[in-house]
């Protein structure tokens, strides 16, 4: 009988200990900190890296400002910290070294046409669009030749895909058609992604098949083929895969699976307005991607580079000033110009595309400044 008291008194005391903790108040949850916005890069100067200051083309290689160019189109850098630039007027792929010493590495200068071959002894057809791979090999979109060629790091010139003929189909190697293609753009998986007038096409570039990945619908933003675009140019990928679009009056983007959205600008309505979802574009041409995700665009027509952070706010950067966000008016009058200097006097002459190499240095190529512009 002792013995069951004893146990009973146990069981009551341990009943009441349990009850009177959980009585007791409960520890303060410290949340954790929310992530802070990563902060963009700083830039503080606008230079001409290789190219007249003055505008004036040409075909002349040598270094910096001696150098002539004919309409610069784009330019890729590879692990050297090369700079190589479609010189599309001249037909000829330039390269300029970290010392700003330009030498012209594929192509005949002022011949256009289709040759395959070894550096100077091939030919392009207005090259356009530029691409890199790991292994330092070149991709060249050429609007006039309607062809993906190829250069390896020895100069060897190849024909990827395209028949050299106008055309819009499907296919494996030269047995595909482009109308014209400009922008390029690689993933990591070995795919090589073109803007062909209003289509996104795919290359696997180990087979060489051609695709229709996105575009060619009747509503703007969609699945793969059923989505349209407005005036797509130059493309640039994400870590993930994601790939923009500068798509004259917005930039949109397609996921791996296709799926196609608006994430900045209008595509019904032009003009120049920061700001997020009231942001105004007139002509983007070029798009590029840093590594915290920022990406940056070329206003071609009104002279300027723009920023538009991860949460899709849109801010100038360099060149021409656009309108506070909050502005009623759009309308902003286009100045080009040869000016040097800190972002906010800079001034460019119808800037196409932009690159973004190491060091998330800004390469940015001018069509009518015939020079490549540097912004550090």
């Keep these: 009988m002792k013995k069951i008291h004893s146990t009973l008194f146990v069981y009551v005391a341990l009943c009441a ?16 900190e929310e992530p802070k916005p990563v902060q963009p890069r700083a830039y503080a100067t606008v230079s001409t890296f290789a190219g007249s200051t003055s505008a004036q083309s040409g075909n002349a290689n040598g270094t910096g400002n001696d150098a002539r160019f004919n309409s610069t189109k784009s ?24 010392a700003g010493v330009v030498t012209t590495f594929a192509g005949t200068a002022g011949t256009s046409g289709g040759t395959n071959g070894t550096g100077t002894s091939a030919t392009f057809n207005l090259p ?20 993906v ?39 990591n998986a070995g795919n090589l992604f073109v803007t062909d007038n209003k289509i996104i096409r795919k290359i696997v570039i180990a087979t060489g098949v ?10 703007f933003d969609g699945q793969g083929t ?24 917005a930039v949109r983007k397609i996921t791996p699976a296709g799926v196609v959205s608006t994430i900045a600008g209008n595509l019904n309505a032009g003009g120049m307005r920061n700001g997020t979802t009231t942001a105004l574009f007139t002509q983007i041409t ?11 665009v070329t206003e071609y027509n009104h002279g300027s580079i723009r920023r538009i952070a991860p949460d899709g706010t849109v801010s100038d950067l ?37 690159h973004c190499g190491k060091d998330n240095i800004l390469y940015v190529c001018e069509e009518s400044g015939h020079r490549v512009r540097k912004i550090q």
Excluded at 17 to 32: G, Q
Excluded at 75 to 98: E, Y
Excluded at 128 to 147: C, K, P, T
């Design 149 to 187: 060629r190829k250069i390896t790091p020895e100069g060897v010139v190849t024909t990827l895909a395209g028949s050299g003929v106008w055309g819009n189909a499907d296919g494996t190697g030269t047995n595909a058609q482009f109308q014209f293609p400009r922008g390029l753009a690689l993933d």
């Design 226 to 249: 059923s989505a349209k675009f407005y005036v797509p140019d130059q493309l640039c990928m994400d870590k993930q895969n994601n790939l923009y679009v500068a798509d004259g009056r």
């Design 210 to 219: 051609v695709t229709t990945f996105a575009g060619g619908g009747t509503t």
């Design 17 to 32: 200990s349990l009850f009177f903790s959980a009585c007791k108040d409960e520890p303060e949850i410290v949340k954790p």
């Design 75 to 98: 330019a890729v850098q590879d692990s050297d910290g090369n700079l190589f630039v479609a010189d599309g007027t001249n037909h000829v792929i330039r390269k300029i070294t970290p």
């Design 286 to 296: 070029g798009i590029a991607i840093d590594e915290l995700g920022y990406l940056y």
């Design 318 to 354: 360099a060149g021409v000033a656009s309108l506070p966000a909050d502005s009623n008016s759009t309308n902003v009058a286009p100045v080009s110009g040869d000016a040097d200097g800190a972002p906010s006097v800079a001034r460019f002459r119808y800037p196409s595309y932009i």
């Design 128 to 147: 356009y669009g530029l691409a890199i791979d790991a292994s330092n090999n070149i991709y060249v979109a050429e609007q006039n030749g309607y062809r």
